[in-house]
């Protein structure tokens, strides 16, 4: 299992942006398929987007697909998600999470070992 760190969040108003940045631990973040996921409170965890290893495929929960994207520096070892447009629904705990290596990324939480701590995003109306 890789280590996964974000940060970036914070509080924005309706309309704003913010980048959230994960950064991973270990010499194979080359070969790991990433995730986001969110988590609102008392509300189940949802996907958000996703990237293969060499940011080939990347996709999308349809409630943010044109408004955020995800990207990835191998170099650095740091998953990225850019967030525009943001919405008061779009509140929540972000959390990136990496499979293991050589695996095709999901919209599945149950398939990621590896977990960051999380990363509050409050868009306020």
């Known amino acids: 299992q890789v280590q996964l760190v974000e940060s970036g969040g914070g509080l924005v108003q309706a309309g704003g942006s913010l980048r959230l940045s994960c950064v991973a631990s270990?010499?194979?973040?080359?070969?790991?398929?990433m995730g986001w996921f969110r988590q609102a409170p008392g509300k189940e965890r949802e996907f958000v987007a996703l990237?293969?290893?060499?940011?080939?495929?990347?996709d999308y929960s349809d409630s943010v697909k044109g408004r955020f994207t995800i990207s990835r520096d191998n170099a650095k070892n740091t998953a990225y998600l850019q967030m525009n447009s943001l919405k008061p629904e779009d509140t929540a705990v972000y959390s990136c999470?990496?499979?293991?290596?050589?695996?095709?990324?999901?919209?599945?939480?149950?398939?990621?070992?590896?977990w960051g701590q999380g990363t509050q995003v409050i868009v306020s109306s």
């Open positions: 270990g010499r194979t973040f080359s070969s790991i398929g």
């Open positions: 999470a990496a499979r293991d290596p050589g695996l095709m990324p999901t919209m599945d939480a149950r398939d990621y070992p590896s």
């Open positions: 990237i293969t290893w060499n940011s080939g495929y990347t």
